[in-house]
């Protein structure tokens, strides 16, 4: 299996564009998760789906990020319009089928994005 | 507000010695615990793990303690190695044991551990 697969690696942007960061979970895998992480807050989930349905969207930070998943292989996170302060890596993260007894996520390598 | 916190941002120790990483927390229903380790340009990957039914679980050189009273949980690597440098992040759930499964993990802000040969 290749993981979580993220993509693009790296992202540099202008304030004011648009930015879409894309995920791949691994196959099988039913709940998908967004996070964010800075050196201030560590890491911090934005965003979770399971089943392709949104179910906590808490910490998303303002209406100019969002989130889809469209279907179970795919999902994106999408900033409009950018800021400098957007500047984090973003990961995405998969889990396994409910009542599997663990917690634990799979993570992918990480967008790091930067806004100038 | 920081439900889960590391106050140590770095650690440095000998190899052949014990590290230790430590993690409090503050939301009494947490129920499960997860260390994450995580190397530069990748994703935090899964390390060990511990249900509160629990107070240790070992897995090799790793062993986690889990303290309720204390709201405390702490990460022995003995003996450390180079290959153990690495940022590690704790994480706690609601959800061990539930139903719905699978919930939203909190992490902590990280302690990069530095082995020195």
């Known amino acids: 299996d290749a993981g979580v697969i ?25 709940s998908l998760f967004w996070y964010r992480q800075t050196m201030m807050r560590g890491l ?9 349905v949104p179910i ?7 209406d100019r990020f969002s989130a889809k998943m469209p279907n179970a292989s795919f ?20 889990s396994p089928i409910l009542g599997s007894g663990s917690n634990e996520q799979f993570f992918g390598p990480g967008t790091r994005l930067t806004v100038l | 507000d920081q439900q889960v916190k590391q106050n140590s941002p770095s650690l440095s120790v000998q190899e052949g010695r014990i590290s230790i990483l430590n993690c409090d927390y503050t939301n009494s229903m947490f129920d499960y615990f997860l260390w994450y380790k995580k190397y530069p340009a990748e994703g935090p990957t899964f390390l060990i793990s511990i249900s509160s039914i629990k107070d240790k679980n070992e897995d090799g050189r790793f062993t986690v303690f889990l303290n309720k009273s204390a709201k405390h949980l702490s990460l022995h690597i ?30 902590g802000t990280g302690t990069r551990l530095t082995i020195i040969p």
Request: glycine share 6%.
């Open chain 1, 6 to 30: 993220q993509s693009p690696r790296h992202e540099v942007t202008e304030m004011g564009q648009e930015v879409t960061l894309r995920c791949k979970p691994i196959s099988g895998h039913n």
């Open chain 1, 44 to 52: 911090e989930l934005l965003i979770y789906f399971n089943n392709n």
């Open chain 1, 56 to 62: 906590d969207d808490s910490g998303m930070p303002e």
């Open chain 1, 75 to 94: 999902s994106t996170l999408k900033i409009q319009p950018s800021e400098p302060r957007d500047s984090a890596v973003y990961f995405c993260a998969s």
């Open chain 2, 78 to 107: 003995v003996p450390s190695q180079p290959g153990d440098s690495a940022v590690y992040f704790c994480a706690a759930s609601v959800s061990f044991g539930s139903n719905f499964g699978n919930e939203k993990l909190t992490f």
